[in-house]
């Protein structure tokens, strides 16, 4: 069975802190593979998206690495804020369009 | 650009009636996608619609679920005889599907609560 997993399903850190969240699935021939943020009460936001030729992508302070063969990507926040704060879902697709998701990770910030 | 907008944003029913949640995809996005968040379950898949093809409904959980996509554009998904179990925030996301470039945006989300 295809299956995504994150831990710790909570992380509180302080200000100003590089942290890393993790992601791993159960089978390695994915397509590709999407970090989200959720706010309380929101829909997701895209953050990143690796295909599954690529090894990393990086946008401002984030930086998503994947690692295929261990099953594995993390999601790299550097110099974190209170802004941050929110849950990270790690999304993986296989051969069928459809996202299989994680449970999330939820961050705290504290300033 | 708007993004992908979903109507009605909160809904409460009672138990057995029918409801229809409404998706708006990004303009130009060819693929269509319904997931469900629940405490429970997590985020889960319920429908694709791409192009023409026909749907993948493999997602559904019942038969009082369907969903039916106007146009190429607009969706509706719709819940007959509600029932509480059925209560959770429905998404729908977009995307415009070619080869490398399928990055899937998602919509604010309908709050369904069934009483």
């Known amino acids: 069975k295809q299956e995504v997993t994150q831990i710790p399903a909570a992380l509180s850190v302080p200000e100003g802190e590089n942290l890393v969240l993790n992601c791993s699935f159960t089978d390695s021939a994915i397509y590709n593979l999407q970090w989200f943020r959720q706010d309380p009460g929101k829909g997701l936001t895209s953050l990143l998206l690796?295909?599954?030729?690529?090894r990393e992508q990086t946008s401002g302070r984030l930086n998503a690495s994947l690692d295929k063969s261990s099953g594995r990507s993390t999601l790299y926040i550097a110099a974190s804020q209170p802004g941050d704060s929110a849950t990270y879902l790690c999304a993986v697709k296989w051969g069928a369009q459809k996202l299989v998701f994680g449970q999330g990770t939820r961050l705290t910030i504290n300033p | 650009g708007a993004g992908v907008s979903q109507s009605p944003s909160n809904k409460v029913t009672e138990k057995g009636k029918d409801v229809e949640l409404r998706c708006d995809p990004i303009?130009?996005?060819?693929?269509l996608y319904w997931y469900r968040q629940s405490l429970g379950q997590g985020l889960e898949f319920l429908i694709y619609f791409q192009g023409n093809s026909a749907p993948d409904k493999s997602g559904l959980p019942s038969d009082r679920f369907s969903a039916e996509r106007t146009g190429g554009s607009v969706s509706t998904l719709t819940i007959q005889r509600t029932q509480q179990e059925d209560s959770a925030v429905y998404l729908c996301?977009?995307?415009?599907w070619g080869i490398g470039v399928d990055e899937q945006f998602f919509g604010p989300g309908t709050r369904l609560t069934v009483l």
């Open positions: 303009s130009g996005h060819t693929a």
């Open positions: 690796i295909q599954s030729s690529q």
């Open positions: 996301a977009s995307s415009y």
